[in-house]
């Protein structure tokens, strides 16, 4: 679960680290108001949950009363599409007010778990304010990258590794540590799957201030930290994702028109890659899970039907908790409720198949049964064409 | 004919008294694994269809001398339960259990390091060795005693590959599901130097997915170490990149994890590649019998 910005720089300070001065805003007014209590320069953020706000315009300076006002009128309302929004636009909601800082120097610091090595990742690099991904690619030399065992914790030489590699000396030298130290208990202590701060600015009188911080939540580990479950923001949610989320669906939407509905993600993700092989666009990726019954099943078919998009839909069953005749009730109902008029080409393989198919036969409606996988590729792929 | 699971296991089911423990552990009798033990905390003295249940792991094992454990424990304790498999000297840990704490999961993996413990999973469907024992969630029914070894980190997408083996007659030695987690106990490259100590696995199938870069790293491992031929199949090759499919693991960042470039380093070591999901299985029986 992804943190807006200000959420997380209030976590920051809440573990004593140093963030700006700042006050959150959803409208111009307020805004404005917020700029004239801190001061010029004023920073005007958008709070969205996309990186490369910058770029696209969500970040703004402000000199005087007129340019907040106008910073303001531009960002709180806008539509955001950045470079790590996949093309889908985010309404700015609400503008991050802070307190204009005079920069010397900017460095990049983040902390993670790392799969491959099942260790704590601190990565970090005097390349602040840039995309990390592309430091790393052009200059790859000035990251620095230090795993710590998660049983036996962050230890001094830790953070002598990260503090000497970034070039820092006496007492930037001394507060980096205990910033660093600070940022590491926050991350194991709260179930961070990511804290990153880009930039972590040295000011011009040697001060660290956390000038942007991009923040990560388990959604596993929510269950013991119910103050930061309830940071959810709902309005970053497409609403049909959302909605799927509240029947325990897995649901992304996608940009195609060929809706999918498959337990299991690996069988999503690859019939997906099926519907895209024979010549179709998938419109989404629906798991319904391994446990999935009637009810689930329906919920997820009238999400599928309810995206505009969807010409088409591929359903795919492999069933094995999941039984297939369960699955054919759900279908059955759904198409009922809402008056199926799209193809709908179901394969289902597995526990009570043959009572599933028997199931949709009796029915009455008219479903597209495919024998197999290829099958079902083919039959999709032809309806695909004449869309 | 098989790795880690046949007929020497001795299953101990922890978590056997929940609803999905209950049913899945009567599925694995009814398959024929040798079920000796269950552990639900405080049920101790009671019985699960004659399956004995006890308070704790050490006393199921002085119990019953269990030697595997299937953990369908939720997730909030699924780390301690993982854990005390372990402390009894449990030789093979399979955990069910989805939605496991990353952080706590970060603790077991470096906790289990020093034992002789062995985990798969979490968030796997288990592992069968066909014929002789199934100790997880897979439907029994669509395997075949064989020589062929399958290793996937998902579920149902297994299920597909190896109900197109079964399809073409081929039969299989041991079924792994490593799980969809970004961090499991078994990667594919411990299942392969299993497989490789097999005599009687005579080819394989990994099944991948976009995400990380575990599946590059055992086609290195391949090339170098496996005699046998392998097929490979990556799923989302349509992956939206920043989107999470559904597996905590499945992510494209940047221009990592992408299934094509898994795909190229795959065919680069040798790696019989299958891009076609729906004719997977005509394409193994195409390198294995051809």
Not at chain 1, 141 to 162: A, D, K, S, T, Y
Not at chain 1, 259 to 266: D, K, R, Y
Not at chain 1, 367 to 381: H, P, S
Not at chain 2, 99 to 108: F, K, N, T
């Amino acid at each position: 679960m992804k943190l807006h910005e200000f959420q997380a720089k209030e976590l920051f300070a809440g573990a004593g680290l140093p963030v700006p001065e700042g006050r959150v805003a959803d409208s111009v007014q307020a805004a404005v108001e917020a700029a004239e209590a801190l001061g010029y320069p004023a920073a005007i953020k958008a709070q969205v949950h996309a990186g490369g706000r910058g770029k696209a315009g969500g970040i703004r300076l402000a000199r005087d009363r007129q340019e907040a006002q106008a910073a303001a009128d531009a960002i709180i309302g806008m539509t955001l599409a950045t470079a790590q929004t996949a093309g889908r636009g985010h309404t700015v909601r609400r503008v991050l007010v802070e307190q204009g800082q005079q920069i010397k120097d900017e460095l990049y610091l983040s902390i993670l778990p790392d799969r491959a090595t099942a260790s704590m990742m601190i990565i970090a690099s005097t390349e602040g304010g840039m995309n990390i991904e592309e430091v790393a690619g052009t200059t790859p030399e000035r990251i620095i990258r230090v795993r710590v065992n998660p049983l036996v914790g962050l230890q001094p030489f830790h953070l002598r590794q990260v503090a000497f590699g970034l070039g820092l000396r006496g007492d930037l030298f001394k507060s980096f540590c205990g910033l660093l130290q600070k940022l590491y208990s926050l991350v194991v202590s709260r179930d961070l799957l990511l804290a990153e701060i880009n930039p972590l600015a040295v000011t011009e009188d040697d001060r660290l201030v956390l000038l942007d911080a991009k923040v990560e939540v388990d959604s596993s580990a929510l269950f013991r930290h119910k103050d930061l479950a309830a940071l959810h923001d709902p309005s970053e949610d497409d609403p049909l994702e959302a909605e799927a989320k509240k029947y325990h669906l897995n649901y992304i939407r996608l940009d195609g028109n060929i809706g999918t509905m498959v337990n299991g993600a690996g069988l999503a993700m690859a019939t997906m890659d099926i519907i895209k092989q024979a010549g179709g666009e998938p419109a989404n990726f629906l798991d319904v899970g391994g446990g999935a019954n009637a009810e689930m099943i329906e919920n997820g078919f009238r999400i599928l039907l309810s995206d505009p998009d969807v010409r088409a839909i591929l359903i795919n069953i492999f069933g094995g908790i999941l039984r297939c005749d369960v699955l054919a009730t759900g279908v059955v109902e759904a198409a009922a409720k809402v008056a199926l008029k799209l193809p709908v080409v179901v394969r289902m393989e597995g526990t009570n198949a043959e009572e599933g198919r028997r199931i949709l036969n009796d029915s009455g409606l008219e479903l597209i049964t495919a024998d197999g996988l290829q099958d079902a590729a083919e039959k999709i792929a032809t309806i695909a064409r004449q869309l | 004919m098989s790795i880690w699971v046949g007929n020497d296991t001795r299953l101990l089911v922890q978590g056997i008294t929940g609803t999905e423990g209950r049913f899945h552990t009567l599925q694995c009798v009814q398959y024929g694994t040798n079920v000796v033990a269950g552990v639900t905390p405080g049920k101790g003295g009671q019985d699960v269809e004659d399956i004995p249940v006890f308070n704790t792991v050490r006393e199921a094992v002085a119990d019953t001398r269990a030697n595997t454990s299937m953990i369908f424990v939720p997730p909030p304790f699924a780390a301690d339960a993982i854990l005390e498999a372990a402390d009894a000297g449990i030789g093979l840990i399979v955990c069910i259990t989805e939605g496991i704490p990353a952080h706590d999961m970060l603790r077991v993996k470096n906790g289990l390091a020093g034992s002789t413990s062995r985990l798969i999973g979490p968030n796997c469907p288990g592992i069968i060795s066909p014929g002789t024992a199934k100790v997880g969630i897979m439907p029994g029914p669509i395997h075949k005693p064989g020589g062929i070894g399958v290793i996937s980190r998902s579920g149902t997408l297994t299920y597909e590959v190896v109900h197109q083996l079964t399809a073409q007659g081929l039969g299989q030695s041991t079924c792994i599901g490593i799980g969809g987690d970004p961090v499991v106990g078994s990667n594919f490259i411990d299942c392969l130097t299993a497989f490789a100590g097999d005599n009687k696995t005579t080819g394989l199938v990994m099944v991948g997915e976009i995400g990380g870069n575990a599946e590059e790293e055992a086609a290195a491992f391949i090339r170098e170490n496996i005699k046998v031929p392998v097929v490979g199949f990556i799923a989302g090759l349509t992956a939206p990149p920043g989107r999470r499919m559904g597996h905590a693991g499945a992510i494209v960042s940047g221009t990592s994890g992408t299934a094509s470039s898994k795909i190229a380093v795959m065919r680069d070591c040798g790696l019989h590649v299958c891009e076609e999901l729906g004719r997977l299985g005509e394409f193994c029986a195409d390198i294995f019998t051809g």
